[in-house]
């Protein structure tokens, strides 16, 4: 993960930094000076009336649209500053709760969605904001992603629909004279051309257990049934032993010839380096990793597409993009200045705040109405809405541990090093969920 430089001309340019904290305790001391030490005037001076908002977030690469962002938010709201701060992604959850129990945490803290906002829910960190926030019209999936699970209650804004789509190298495919596949015989033919001309067909990085149901999504939802299936297992009709299922994860291990040699020892940055450095054609990832791409080769032409049916697919089913809402903003419950941060968040779910998300991050907004203006981005978008799924796993089966995620994981990382294989693996999958997950019906 890198550090985006802040842009020229900022008007304050000592008051945000990016952080990349090393350990816990290093947290605990950049977040000394937060405003809930700091009284209700924040930093402007005692008396002045101003209020400082901190707000806290995993994303570094997105510190210069943030200042961006929260400098329009300040010019409509002069009597507040915003104090953004972001620390490194796989710290983060414990940084983040360490912050929310004591006194020095953020006022609007960027939390995780759907099972893993359950912890903090629980723990009585956020306040509820219902009546708050309107996300009526939103897209129900969206929606259930800022809720906890036991009260139903509004706890964050989502700020972006997120989708799994294969990227290609759009010219390497040219080159070879291929086309992005609509047909599973095509692109397995595309992957053959690709591996005799001595290029990586497909980068897959799966020392990082987390990216590999990721790819399980990409390559395979239309095998389990995508969007049906979710009905069938949540209404415990099926289980993850289903045919089905199983034929899906065995569609990664067929497909594992086309990987990196050695997939399990390839983290996912170096399988990022090897689709940025042209040395792979394809990569199975998520729309936030668009930005990415075009930061690390502004002069490759990416493409993106949904991989078609595998054999063996149910009947009717279709290339598909599986969504999620994720990166949602929240009010921490210990905030010194909870009408302040609550009229933050609820600017969140504005055009206006939708509109620098899309073209200032670089990310699908979860606002209704907002539409992307990069192409590819706007594609993504387009897909879900014509063809969309859940990705199941994440919206579905965190709400407990093992999550799912978790399982499927490790499970493909088993299958890829040949200890096990594609039953077993829907197996351990199916056993681990059913210690917490109860069937609706």
Not at 93 to 108: C, M
Not at 148 to 160: H, R
């Amino acid at each position: 993960m890198t550090f985006t430089p802040r842009p020229t001309g900022s008007s304050r340019p000592a008051r945000r930094t990016a952080l990349t904290i090393a350990a816990l305790s290093g947290a605990l001391a950049v977040t000394a000076c937060s405003p809930s030490t700091s009284g209700s005037t924040g930093s402007g001076g005692a008396g002045d009336g101003k209020v400082t908002l901190t707000v806290w977030s995993w994303r570094v690469e997105d510190q210069a649209a943030y200042t961006k962002i929260f400098d329009a938010y300040e010019k409509a709201h002069p009597d507040v500053t915003v104090d953004f701060k972001a620390f490194k992604a796989t710290e983060y959850n414990k940084i983040l709760a360490t912050g929310l129990a004591g006194a020095n945490g953020p006022d609007v803290p960027q939390v995780r969605s759907y099972g893993q906002l359950q912890g903090t829910v629980a723990s009585k960190s956020l306040l509820p904001l219902d009546g708050k926030v309107d996300l009526s019209g939103w897209d129900d999936n969206v929606v259930a992603s800022a809720k906890g699970k036991e009260d139903g209650k509004t706890y964050s804004v989502p700020l972006a629909r997120q989708t799994v789509q294969m990227f290609y190298n759009q010219g390497l495919f040219e080159k070879s004279g291929l086309k992005a596949p609509t047909t599973w015989a095509e692109f397995i033919a595309a992957n053959d051309t690709l591996m005799a001309a001595g290029v990586t067909p497909i980068a897959v990085g799966a020392k990082d257990d987390w990216t590999l149901p990721i790819v399980h999504e990409v390559l395979a939802a239309p095998r389990f049934g995508g969007k049906a299936f979710q009905g069938e297992v949540l209404s415990g009709r099926k289980t993850f032993t289903d045919p089905d299922w199983v034929g899906s994860v065995k569609v990664v291990g067929d497909l594992a010839k086309y990987m990196p040699k050695n997939a399990t020892g390839v983290a996912q940055t170096d399988a990022q380096t090897l689709f940025s450095a042209e040395k792979a054609a394809m990569i199975p990832g998520g729309s936030f990793d668009l930005s990415v791409f075009q930061k690390a080769n502004p002069g490759m032409k990416i493409g993106i597409f949904q991989v078609p049916p595998a054999p063996g697919s149910p009947s009717g089913s279709t290339a598909t993009t599986a969504g999620w809402a994720d990166g949602n903003f929240a009010v921490s419950a210990r905030s010194k200045h909870p009408a302040e941060a609550t009229e933050l968040v609820a600017w969140m779910t504005s055009k206006e705040f939708g509109r620098m998300v899309t073209d200032d991050i670089k990310q699908i907004s979860a606002v209704p109405g907002v539409e992307p203006t990069d192409p590819l981005l706007k594609q993504m978008s387009d897909n879900y809405a014509r063809s969309g799924s859940p990705y199941l796993l994440l919206t579905d089966f965190r709400y407990g541990a093992p999550s799912g995620t978790d399982l499927l994981g490790k499970g493909l990382q088993e299958l890829l090093l040949g200890s096990k294989d594609a039953a077993a693996v829907s197996q351990d999958l199916d056993t681990g969920v059913k210690t917490w997950f109860k069937p609706t019906a």
